[in-house]
């Protein structure tokens, strides 16, 4: 027999065997079984006879089962041997003795000495081995009958024992260092696996860096094989941060502040994340080993801000965030990451300001922030007042109105009214000052020969009696309205618009009273609510014939601007202007319009964008509820469809009616673009992509300058002759007409009232907007199509008049300020 110890102590494992005894005890630097504290030995263990003993050293105080010994005493297996606050247990399973020594506190027994055996362990002296010795034979003779009965007794014990045991596998992942199996049957190890009956035992297995695995089996019928697996001891680790006081949390909980030590984790990733003002949140996994090792992290914190340095022309302007002060430039300041808007402000002198994206770690020294003059004031008035005021080519409102001027630079200043001759003034401001402008606006004149039927007819303007409806008239350069009538006839209402230095033809021809309504001419009156309008500021227009489209000769025309004669029979009211946000939003309070680079498109008074032209239906379709009228659209399939017969609630313009309005409306001949004279426009006439685009678009007109980056208020611009703004830039427009290539003029007879083909995939888009700077698209019969909205693309409404049928004829029409018949 070959005796093996293992020996377990908080510091560690150890494996003995016989050729160490004896085995020293103590907690000097080469002992066998090391204790945390006391004498450098306290006590050897030794064998004699086979049996194990226990030798204190003279002066030490050991218990030996709670019994204070002074000598020699035998050790068996459950014996416990306390020295000091160290406890020391005992377990003897075959050839292996077990044992654990572990810290329980210090116990002063002082109880008898134990009586000594009566044959005594041999004492064992330091550095001497002892003999093993081996048991002697019982000394009292046995008869051969009764050792030859024990004999068969065990052999047949032995049988019995084979015939009814069974084979027990025990896996243990990962292989232990030592296994034990106890149970009051004996459960026999062979090879990879035990042997024994049925019955409860403990299986006990430990490995280092490992828990100890303790756990019951029940050996029985059809429970043979057991597996168990050891669980990792977790490790120690500490957390160190450069800078310190960084707060930390793992697994999402937090565990303290850095330096953090002591901290036990089970083995396996784990999530750390250190916060610290000003610094950036570090975010990262670890790999706990376990096994009761220790392990030390280092980190190191990432400044959360960029470093900007800022000066200015002149020096000493004082750098505001907010409300918060910086300082005065010259400037160096540390500035969070993200984006910050710096406004720079010195007495004198206009703000400045500075907005820039700050990356961490990042240093930015942009150029010096040149200041300018404090602007000037001008108190612009007009008599009459009410003139429409454009500065330096961007509209400003109407007189009397209060504007701000750079300083020490000329400005230009023109001024319109209708009726009146523009005037425009040079002139130049000096800083932070204001000076009071008045101006005054002589009448400008244009003429008119006006012809009806019946000739002596009654002619009023604006309502005042003028005599006769035949002859000349010599009328102010505003809107006018002319009322025809005669007895016994229909009186007829025209608005027109003259032209300064420039003669209108206008023929009215009166229907006799008793003649259907329906064939009665629309009158060119203006809408502003009350049952025809219900609150949408509209003009109608019609009956009238045109041509429509481009002649191939003119620059930038598209394939697709084929020319085609039209007639509206059916007068129809088009709205004064586009849709703005506000209305829209009327209808659908969750539409936003976005923003561009910045700049919104989303204020009330904007034109309502990013709308598909089937929302742009369903509006109208809200619009005629509103309004008491008839839905122009039903919808099938999530799609808007144009309700047969038509009726005369709201809709999108057809494209006919939208060139009309746009080209020929108050005009004596097709306007090719949205201004007078050639392409590029001289004058603010709309809101295309300008100069104050040029940071968001790739092409801009050079020189030109709207004052809007982005799309405008609608009505921003002058009208256009026919009453109408917006017709050519601020927003293209969706038209009611599926989108087809048309056959020229010549090939087919005029077509009357178009609405387009039945059906299609993309919807006709007219005029241009805030992105447009070709001449392709600014002029007035560009043809767009889409399907989807887009932010630089809106709608107006438009409704054909209640009781005009379609196809209602009527004489030859005279629109406001234009002949009876026009080509466009």
Known sequence: MSRIFEIHTPEGDRCCTEQDLPLVIGAGGHVHVPLPA????????????????LQPESGSRILHNNTLISRSVWIKSGDQVRIGGIMLRFHLSGDLVDIRVREEGRADGTGPAAAAPEEPPPAARSGQRLPRVAMAPPRRRKSLWLATGLLFLLL?????????????????????????????????????????????????????????????????????????????????????SSPAGAAVRIDGRKAGVTPLAGVELAAGVHRVVLSLARYRTLDQQVEVEGLGRRQRFTFRLLPGWG????????????????????????????????????????????????????????????????????PARVRVSSTPGGAALTVDSVFQGKTPLTVEVASRQEHRFYLRLAGHRPVTITKQFAPATETALQVRLEPGYGTIFLSSVPPDAELLVDGKPHGRATGRLRLTTRKHSLTVRARGYRSVTRKVTPAAGAALQLDIRLQREGVAPGNAPATGTLLTGGAAGKGVEMIILGPARFRMGASRREPGRRANEQ?????????????????????????????????????????????????????????????????GLPRFYRETDGRMITVLPVTSGYRLPTEAEWAFAARMAGRDQP???????????????????????????????????DGHAVTAPVGSYPANPGGFFDMGGNVAQWCHDFYTLYAAAGTRRPVT??????????????????????????????RGYGRKGRDDLGFRVARYLAGQPAGAQSPAPVHAGGAAERKL
């Not at 006391?38 to 003993?53: K, N, P, T, W």
Request: aromatic share 8%; proline share 7%; hydrophobic share 40%.
């Open 38 to 53: 006391g004498r450098e030995v306290e006590a050897r263990l030794g064998l004699s006879r086979g049996y194990l003993f």
């Open 671 to 705: 306007a090719r673009y949205p201004w007078p004279g050639a392409f590029p426009p001289h004058t603010v006439a709309g809101n295309f992509a300008d100069e104050s685009a040029r940071g968001l678009l790739p092409l801009v007109i050079s020189g030109y300058n």
């Open 307 to 374: 470093e900007l340095h800022l000066a200015s022309r002149p020096a000493g302007a004082r750098v505001l965030e907010g409300e918060r002060k910086l300082g005065r430039t010259p400037l160096t300041v540390e500035l969070m990451a993200g984006r910050h808007r710096l406004l720079v402000r010195k007495d004198g002198y206009s703000d400045g300001l500075l907005e820039i994206d700050v990356a961490a770690g990042e240093r930015y020294v942009p150029q010096p922030l040149v200041l300018e003059p404090a």
């Open 753 to 782: 009232d178009p609405l387009g083909p039945a059906t299609g995939r993309h919807h006709v888009l007219r005029g241009s907007g805030w992105r447009d700077a070709a001449i392709t698209e600014l002029r007035l019969s560009y």
């Open 156 to 240: 047949c014990l032995s049988a019995a024992f084979l015939l009814a045991a069974r084979t027990v596998d025990i896996a243990i992942t990962p292989a232990p260092d030592r296994l034990t199996v106890e149970g009051i049957l004996p459960l026999l190890h062979m090879g990879d696996r035990f042997v024994g009956l049925d019955g409860t035992y403990t299986v006990r297995a430990s490995r280092r860096g490992y828990r100890e695995l303790v756990r019951e089996i029940t050996v029985a019928a059809g429970s043979s094989r057991f597996a168990f697996t050891l669980e990792k001891r977790p490790g120690t680790i500490t957390i160190v």
């Open 563 to 627: 020319q085609r004669d039209i007639e509206l029979r059916r007068p129809f009211a088009l709205a004064v202007r586009p849709v703005t946000n506000g209305e829209f939003r009327r209808f659908r309070p969750a539409h936003r319009s976005g923003m561009v680079g910045g700049h919104s498109l989303d204020t009330d008074r904007q034109p309502v964008v990013n709308v598909t032209w089937d929302d742009a239906a369903r509006y109208c379709n809200w619009l005629s509820d509103r309004h």
